[in-house]
């Protein structure tokens, strides 16, 4: 398998532009995670799913981040309009989530380096 | 919610050392404990795990021990090398229920093993 695939690696864009970020979770997962990473705040979560579904967003700081799941095998992460504090390291992660604990494991992508000018 | 604490920020260790990594979690609940590594420009990646009806766990030269009664865990690394210089995050998670595998992460050990 691929792993989870995030795009792109690097985006730089203009404070007030749109920011989208992709991600393709691992086949058969059923949960899809974002996570930001900045060295203030270290790893936050911002938003997951289970089975297409938003669970929980009560880590998105702003009306100006959404996130959706159009299917199970890809999701996006908008930033409308970005702002320079918006600059972070994005991370997509996905697991197989079950009643058995032993598949409960959190599979991360490499990540999207986003900075806002 | 839950809240990890993760100590230390940063652990300078010779090669051939030992390096200890202590986390320290607040709910109770928690019942699965993993250990991920992120190296430079990557994500993180799991390294080892431990869940609550298990004291220690052990994979080569890692292993992590769990202390319910106090709410803590600890990442062992025997005979560092140069290569496990990296980021590890401590994290807890209610398994199962409807938490879905949510992780609560630690804020992260800078590990630089010299040679």
């Known amino acids: 398998d691929a792993g989870v695939i995030q795009s792109p690696r690097h985006e730089v864009t203009e404070m007030g532009q749109e920011v989208t970020l992709r991600c393709k979770p691992i086949?058969?997962?059923?949960?899809l995670f974002w996570y930001r990473q900045t060295m203030m705040r270290g790893l936050e979560l911002l938003i997951y799913?289970?089975?297409?579904?938003?669970?929980?967003d009560s880590g998105m700081p702003e009306d100006r981040f959404s996130a959706k799941m159009p299917n199970a095998s890809f999701s996006t992460l908008k930033i409308q309009p970005s702002e320079p504090r918006d600059s972070a390291v994005y991370f997509c992660?996905?697991?197989?989530?079950?009643?058995?604990?032993?598949?409960?494991?959190?599979?991360f992508g490499a990540g999207t380096r986003l900075s806002v000018l | 919610g839950e809240n990890v604490e993760q100590h230390p920020s940063t652990l300078s260790v010779q090669e051939g050392d030992s390096a200890v990594i202590k986390c320290t979690y607040s709910?109770?609940?928690?019942?699965?404990f993993p250990w991920y590594k992120q190296e430079l420009g990557k994500g993180p990646q799991l390294i080892i795990d431990?869940?609550?009806?298990?004291g220690e766990k052990k994979d080569q030269r890692i292993a992590v021990t769990l202390n319910k009664t106090a709410k803590h865990f600890s990442l062992h690394i025997t005979e560092t090398q140069p290569e496990d210089s990296a980021v590890y995050f401590c994290?807890?998670?209610?398994?199962?229920?409807?938490?879905?595998?949510?992780?609560?992460f630690g804020q992260g050990t800078i590990l630089t093993v010299h040679p």
């Open positions: 431990i869940r609550s009806n298990v």
């Open positions: 799913f289970n089975n297409n579904v938003p669970i929980d």
């Open positions: 086949s058969g997962h059923n949960s």
């Open positions: 994290a807890a998670s209610i398994g199962g229920g409807t938490s879905y595998g949510k992780l609560t």
């Open positions: 992660a996905s697991s197989l989530t079950s009643g058995d604990l032993a598949k409960n494991i959190q599979y």
């Open positions: 709910d109770s609940a928690s019942n699965y």
